[in-house]
């Protein structure tokens, strides 16, 4: 692919072809400037089949921002979009709207206001709301999507494996199984989700984090097709990182090659000074080996030597390589906590693909439009009710009770504030018979979700390290319920309607002639 070929496929023309056609009617039929408000949002948690998720982590908005403030429609981009003609020859877009693409084909006159990255995020809420003309919101849609669905699904990922793992070192080591370019995405969404490090080199600098890796069992099979061993290997590799050694020990036999001759380095390492890091298991039943490896650094004096566990592991994977430990210790002799907290995960495949739910239910959808000089919400009627979208301009509001814990996340008409409320009436989003009353007794504190981003193009935020946003998403899952995180069944989180809010959407419902 040429340079021209690759910003050609990246740039304003990453988009779906049904954006720009659509686009051109709405040129054509004199709508192309009209007003409007999208609204991002997904419409269930990742299912993993075995196992679902209770929640989802927030990702992937200042990339989508870096994106469109730098992205214009080029020469190059008419040229091609001139070239296209449609089943019987003729041009599917014409001069005129491609006179008015190429002069106004940018989105720097687009407002956002969206939820932060590294909050937690639940279905039917706005993540993300965009103001701006039609033709450019709608043509926005499919990059949108494509920047926020895949970060979300994976920081969601990575949070759920932090979790299994009892908050050990987490190592994203994906980047050889994600698709294409988009593995440096990946690896950004995992570092927000919950892992610690990545090994992909390039996206670790950027973000300022030192890039994490041990060495592959090629390394190993070199020194014995060279006619050597797999100890010269080990030992080559440790005079190389003194300071960094961890090995892998599973290319030929763990227990009866690659331990045994990682003890013999770690001792030689130990008589010139240093201290060895860590052996690496990936292969074989980990939780087995992992008791074993224990046993045998400990009674070698490395009490302190991670094991590090990697191949296909996910928060399943770990959470039954734990309960096999605990239940399998006692019987070796092993504390089983003391070998838990010296564990490290390599996952690779599992997190940077998302593995079981390869995709998010999100959607990008029209809510309201600017007449009159006020925002008048509009709606999209299902024969499913909880495909239906929230209508017009809202707030998103976060209710905690007296304890701190999230209780509920309330979505609000925008000319509403529950903070000055007597009491909150929550309503579910598509089943009337569902609702309930909170009195001010009820609730600790109310934090509005919801912040500016872009300002007609303007940015209007300041978007914080990634250290920060880390830090908030640990605040948030420290104030989430213990039952919405759990790895299997997890307890349903509340995403409610204010009454006002209900009542406008069922009023919008009828109008329109659909079912309430």
Known sequence: MTEQERRLCEGFLFTDQYQLTMAQLYYRRGLHEQLVQFDYFFRSYPDYGSHKAGYCINAGLEWLVSWMLKTRITKEDIAELKSQTGP??????????????????????????????????????????????????????????????????????????????????????????????????????????????????????????????THAHSMVQVFQGLGMSELDAFRAYAEEYPDNCILLVDTIDTLKSGLPNALKVFEELRSKGYKPRGVRLDSGDLAYLSLRAHKMLNEAGFDDVWIV?????????????????RREAPRMGIDADALINRLVYGVGTHLITSWGSPALSAAYKLTAVYQEHEWKPTIKVSESLEKIPEPGFKNVWRIYNGRGTATADLLTCGDEDPAVMDSLYLQH????????????????????????????????????????????????????????????????????????????????????????
């Open 88 to 213: 019987l020859g003729e041009r599917v877009f014409n001069d005129d709207f491609l006179d008015w693409l190429y002069e106004n084909g940018s989105f720097d006159r687009l407002s956002l206001r969206a939820i932060p990255e590294g909050r937690v995020v639940h279905p039917h809420e706005p993540v993300v709301s965009v103001q701006g003309s039609l033709a450019l919101c709608q043509i926005l849609e499919t990059s949108l999507l494509n920047h926020l669905n895949y970060q979300i699904l994976v920081a969601t990922k990575a949070s759920r494996i932090k979790a299994s793992a009892h908050g050990r070192p987490l190592l994203e080591f994906g980047l050889r199984r994600a698709q294409g370019t988009g593995g440096n995405a990946g690896s950004r969404a995992a570092l927000i989700g919950g892992a610690d490090f990545s090994s992909n080199v390039g996206v670790s600098h950027v973000l300022g984090y030192p890039p994490k890796g």
């Open 429 to 516: 989003p598509s089943d009337s018979g569902k609702h309930r009353m909170l009195e001010t007794s009820d609730i600790g504190d109310i934090q509005l979700l919801l912040v500016d981003v872009l300002n007609e193009g303007n940015v209007v935020y300041d978007f914080p390290d990634l250290e920060t946003i880390r830090r908030q998403r640990d605040n948030d899952l420290e104030r989430l319920d213990e039952g919405v995180k759990r790895i299997i069944n997890p307890h349903i989180y509340h995403v409610s309607l204010s009454e006002k809010l209900w009542n406008l959407k069922q009023y919008l419902i009828q109008k329109v002639g659909g079912k309430s």
């Open 309 to 325: 566990l990697s191949n296909e592991l996910d928060e399943l994977v770990v959470w039954q390589i734990l309960e096999e430990i």
